[in-house]
Protein backbone atom coordinates (compact mmCIF):
# COMPACT_ATOMS: atom_id res chain seq x y z
CA UNK A 1 0.00 0.00 0.00
CA UNK A 2 1.66 3.01 -1.03
CA UNK A 3 -0.53 5.43 1.08
CA UNK A 4 -2.26 7.25 -1.72
CA UNK A 5 -5.88 6.74 -2.89
CA UNK A 6 -7.84 7.10 -6.03
CA UNK A 7 -11.52 6.88 -5.93
CA UNK A 8 -13.18 5.92 -8.18
CA UNK A 9 -11.34 2.69 -8.93
CA UNK A 10 -13.20 2.27 -12.21
CA UNK A 11 -15.55 4.92 -14.40
CA UNK A 12 -17.63 3.89 -17.10
CA UNK A 13 -19.21 7.07 -18.92
CA UNK A 14 -20.11 8.02 -22.51
CA UNK A 15 -18.74 10.51 -25.08
CA UNK A 16 -19.48 14.07 -23.96
CA UNK A 17 -19.76 13.39 -20.43
CA UNK A 18 -17.57 14.98 -18.07
CA UNK A 19 -15.88 12.88 -14.95
CA UNK A 20 -13.78 13.88 -12.09
CA UNK A 21 -11.10 11.92 -10.45
CA UNK A 22 -10.21 12.47 -7.00
CA UNK A 23 -6.60 12.10 -5.50
CA UNK A 24 -5.81 12.19 -1.65
CA UNK A 25 -1.69 12.21 -1.53
CA UNK A 26 0.24 10.32 1.16
CA UNK A 27 0.20 11.73 4.66
CA UNK A 28 2.68 14.83 4.51
CA UNK A 29 3.44 15.02 0.93
CA UNK A 30 3.21 18.24 -0.87
CA UNK A 31 2.88 17.36 -4.57
CA UNK A 32 0.74 15.80 -6.23
CA UNK A 33 1.15 14.42 -9.66
CA UNK A 34 -1.42 12.56 -12.24
CA UNK A 35 -0.56 10.69 -15.15
CA UNK A 36 -2.30 8.83 -17.88
CA UNK A 37 -1.58 5.40 -19.33
CA UNK A 38 -2.74 4.17 -22.46
CA UNK A 39 -2.00 1.01 -24.29
CA UNK A 40 -0.20 2.79 -27.36
CA UNK A 41 1.09 5.64 -25.28
CA UNK A 42 2.55 4.43 -22.16
CA UNK A 43 2.66 6.55 -18.74
CA UNK A 44 2.50 10.30 -19.80
CA UNK A 45 2.70 12.75 -17.40
CA UNK A 46 -0.13 15.34 -17.48
CA UNK A 47 0.54 17.77 -14.56
CA UNK A 48 1.93 18.25 -10.96
CA UNK A 49 0.69 20.57 -7.85
CA UNK A 50 2.65 21.91 -5.58
CA UNK A 51 1.15 23.11 -1.96
CA UNK A 52 -1.81 23.97 -4.09
CA UNK A 53 -0.61 25.96 -7.01
CA UNK A 54 0.61 24.31 -10.23
CA UNK A 55 4.08 23.22 -10.32
CA UNK A 56 4.67 21.97 -13.88
CA UNK A 57 3.32 20.65 -17.17
CA UNK A 58 2.70 17.81 -19.47
CA UNK A 59 1.03 16.78 -22.36
CA UNK A 60 -2.62 17.70 -20.64
CA UNK A 61 -5.59 18.68 -23.09
CA UNK A 62 -7.08 21.77 -23.15
CA UNK A 63 -10.47 19.81 -21.80
CA UNK A 64 -8.22 18.40 -18.89
CA UNK A 65 -8.41 20.41 -16.27
CA UNK A 66 -6.65 19.84 -12.62
CA UNK A 67 -6.41 21.75 -8.97
CA UNK A 68 -5.14 20.65 -5.35
CA UNK A 69 -6.92 21.89 -2.45
CA UNK A 70 -6.06 23.44 1.11
CA UNK A 71 -6.31 19.71 2.18
CA UNK A 72 -3.49 18.68 -0.45
CA UNK A 73 -6.09 16.49 -2.04
CA UNK A 74 -6.29 16.79 -6.07
CA UNK A 75 -9.15 16.38 -8.46
CA UNK A 76 -8.43 15.68 -12.04
CA UNK A 77 -11.42 16.96 -14.48
CA UNK A 78 -12.04 15.43 -17.89
CA UNK A 79 -14.79 17.12 -19.80
CA UNK A 80 -16.20 16.96 -23.55
CA UNK A 81 -15.03 13.06 -23.19
CA UNK A 82 -14.02 11.13 -26.24
CA UNK A 83 -13.17 7.75 -27.08
CA UNK A 84 -9.83 8.12 -27.11
CA UNK A 85 -9.40 9.39 -23.32
CA UNK A 86 -10.49 5.81 -22.28
CA UNK A 87 -7.57 4.92 -20.37
CA UNK A 88 -5.91 4.09 -16.48
CA UNK A 89 -5.28 7.70 -14.59
CA UNK A 90 -2.56 7.35 -12.01
CA UNK A 91 -2.14 10.03 -8.96
CA UNK A 92 1.14 10.00 -7.47
CA UNK A 93 2.58 12.16 -4.56
CA UNK A 94 6.25 13.00 -2.83
CA UNK A 95 7.11 14.78 -0.01
CA UNK A 96 8.32 17.71 -2.21
CA UNK A 97 7.95 18.09 -5.46
CA UNK A 98 11.25 19.68 -5.71
CA UNK A 99 12.70 16.55 -7.51
CA UNK A 100 15.69 16.28 -5.04
CA UNK A 101 17.80 13.16 -6.37
CA UNK A 102 16.24 11.11 -3.25
CA UNK A 103 12.75 11.95 -3.77
CA UNK A 104 10.41 8.98 -4.45
CA UNK A 105 7.08 9.28 -6.61
CA UNK A 106 4.38 6.91 -4.73
CA UNK A 107 1.99 5.83 -6.86
CA UNK A 108 -1.87 5.12 -6.65
CA UNK A 109 -3.70 2.16 -7.74
CA UNK A 110 -5.35 4.25 -10.42
CA UNK A 111 -8.16 4.92 -12.05
CA UNK A 112 -9.84 3.30 -15.11
CA UNK A 113 -11.41 5.57 -17.24
CA UNK A 114 -13.85 3.81 -19.83
CA UNK A 115 -15.95 6.19 -22.25
CA UNK A 116 -18.51 4.10 -24.18
CA UNK B 1 14.99 15.05 -20.29
CA UNK B 2 17.69 12.62 -21.94
CA UNK B 3 16.66 9.21 -23.43
CA UNK B 4 17.14 5.89 -21.97
CA UNK B 5 17.04 2.95 -23.95
CA UNK B 6 15.70 -0.99 -22.79
CA UNK B 7 14.72 -4.06 -24.10
CA UNK B 8 10.79 -4.19 -25.11
CA UNK B 9 10.99 -7.80 -22.93
CA UNK B 10 13.02 -10.15 -21.24
CA UNK B 11 12.41 -13.73 -19.73
CA UNK B 12 13.69 -15.74 -16.25
CA UNK B 13 13.40 -18.38 -14.54
CA UNK B 14 12.09 -18.22 -10.50
CA UNK B 15 15.23 -18.38 -8.47
CA UNK B 16 17.38 -17.16 -11.15
CA UNK B 17 19.26 -13.91 -10.87
CA UNK B 18 17.86 -11.19 -13.53
CA UNK B 19 19.79 -8.43 -15.19
CA UNK B 20 17.82 -5.74 -16.63
CA UNK B 21 19.91 -3.55 -18.73
CA UNK B 22 19.33 0.28 -19.57
CA UNK B 23 21.49 2.52 -21.62
CA UNK B 24 21.50 6.62 -21.14
CA UNK B 25 24.59 7.35 -23.53
CA UNK B 26 23.26 10.51 -23.28
CA UNK B 27 23.38 11.35 -19.41
CA UNK B 28 24.51 14.12 -17.46
CA UNK B 29 27.06 14.59 -14.83
CA UNK B 30 23.75 16.03 -12.72
CA UNK B 31 21.53 12.68 -14.18
CA UNK B 32 20.47 10.59 -11.35
CA UNK B 33 19.16 6.91 -12.65
CA UNK B 34 15.89 5.58 -10.96
CA UNK B 35 14.33 2.63 -11.31
CA UNK B 36 10.64 1.88 -10.89
CA UNK B 37 8.96 -1.33 -11.47
CA UNK B 38 4.78 -1.52 -12.86
CA UNK B 39 3.10 -4.96 -11.16
CA UNK B 40 -0.10 -6.21 -13.01
CA UNK B 41 -3.03 -3.86 -12.32
CA UNK B 42 -0.81 -1.38 -9.84
CA UNK B 43 0.45 1.99 -10.56
CA UNK B 44 4.54 2.21 -10.74
CA UNK B 45 6.53 1.56 -7.61
CA UNK B 46 10.01 2.81 -6.68
CA UNK B 47 12.68 0.03 -6.32
CA UNK B 48 16.44 1.85 -6.44
CA UNK B 49 18.64 4.87 -7.70
CA UNK B 50 22.12 5.95 -7.87
CA UNK B 51 24.47 8.21 -9.27
CA UNK B 52 28.13 7.00 -10.08
CA UNK B 53 28.59 4.03 -7.46
CA UNK B 54 26.67 0.82 -7.08
CA UNK B 55 23.41 0.38 -5.24
CA UNK B 56 21.94 -2.24 -2.84
CA UNK B 57 18.82 -2.48 -0.90
CA UNK B 58 16.16 -4.88 -0.05
CA UNK B 59 14.83 -5.07 -3.07
CA UNK B 60 17.50 -5.12 -5.67
CA UNK B 61 20.90 -3.84 -6.62
CA UNK B 62 22.35 -1.27 -9.38
CA UNK B 63 25.07 -1.64 -11.15
CA UNK B 64 26.45 1.45 -13.03
CA UNK B 65 28.96 1.80 -15.71
CA UNK B 66 32.41 3.50 -15.00
CA UNK B 67 31.47 5.72 -17.70
CA UNK B 68 27.54 6.10 -16.31
CA UNK B 69 26.51 5.77 -20.15
CA UNK B 70 24.62 2.19 -19.05
CA UNK B 71 22.95 0.45 -15.91
CA UNK B 72 21.96 -2.73 -14.52
CA UNK B 73 19.71 -3.62 -12.52
CA UNK B 74 20.02 -6.43 -10.42
CA UNK B 75 17.39 -8.96 -8.98
CA UNK B 76 19.01 -11.65 -7.19
CA UNK B 77 16.72 -14.30 -7.00
CA UNK B 78 13.67 -13.39 -9.50
CA UNK B 79 10.39 -15.07 -7.88
CA UNK B 80 6.90 -14.34 -9.27
CA UNK B 81 6.05 -11.45 -7.85
CA UNK B 82 9.10 -9.80 -9.70
CA UNK B 83 7.22 -9.91 -12.41
CA UNK B 84 6.50 -6.76 -13.89
CA UNK B 85 6.93 -3.72 -16.39
CA UNK B 86 11.10 -2.14 -15.29
CA UNK B 87 11.20 1.52 -16.33
CA UNK B 88 14.92 2.83 -16.15
CA UNK B 89 14.56 7.05 -15.80
CA UNK B 90 16.95 9.88 -15.75
CA UNK B 91 16.30 12.66 -13.52
CA UNK B 92 18.34 15.78 -12.50
CA UNK B 93 19.38 15.73 -9.36
CA UNK B 94 18.81 19.23 -9.33
CA UNK B 95 15.10 19.19 -10.02
CA UNK B 96 15.50 22.22 -12.58
CA UNK B 97 12.06 22.64 -14.68
CA UNK B 98 11.15 19.16 -14.37
CA UNK B 99 11.00 19.46 -10.68
CA UNK B 100 9.43 16.47 -8.96
CA UNK B 101 8.22 15.02 -12.06
CA UNK B 102 9.67 11.32 -13.87
CA UNK B 103 9.22 10.50 -17.28
CA UNK B 104 8.53 6.77 -18.24
CA UNK B 105 9.79 5.37 -21.41
CA UNK B 106 8.71 1.77 -22.22
CA UNK B 107 10.01 -0.08 -20.04
CA UNK B 108 11.10 -3.43 -19.95
CA UNK B 109 8.46 -6.42 -19.89
CA UNK B 110 10.00 -8.88 -17.31
CA UNK B 111 8.45 -12.49 -17.37
CA UNK B 112 9.10 -15.07 -14.77
CA UNK B 113 8.52 -18.68 -15.19
CA UNK B 114 8.13 -20.96 -12.34
Known amino acids: DSGVTQTPKHLITATGQRVTLRCSPR?????VYWYQQSLDQGLQFLIQ???????AKGNILERFSAQQFPDLHSELNLSSLELGDSALYFC???????????????FGSGTQLSVL | DAKTTQPNSMESNEEEPVHLPCNHS???????IHWYRQLPSQGPEYVIH???SNVNNRMASLAIAEDRKSSTLILHRATLRDAAVYYC???????????????FGQGTILTVHP
Open chain 1, 92 to 106: ASSPSGKGGPGEKLF
Open chain 1, 27 to 31: SGDLS
Open chain 1, 49 to 55: YYNGEER
Open chain 2, 26 to 32: TISGTDY
Open chain 2, 50 to 52: GLT
Open chain 2, 89 to 103: ILRDRAGGTSYGKLT
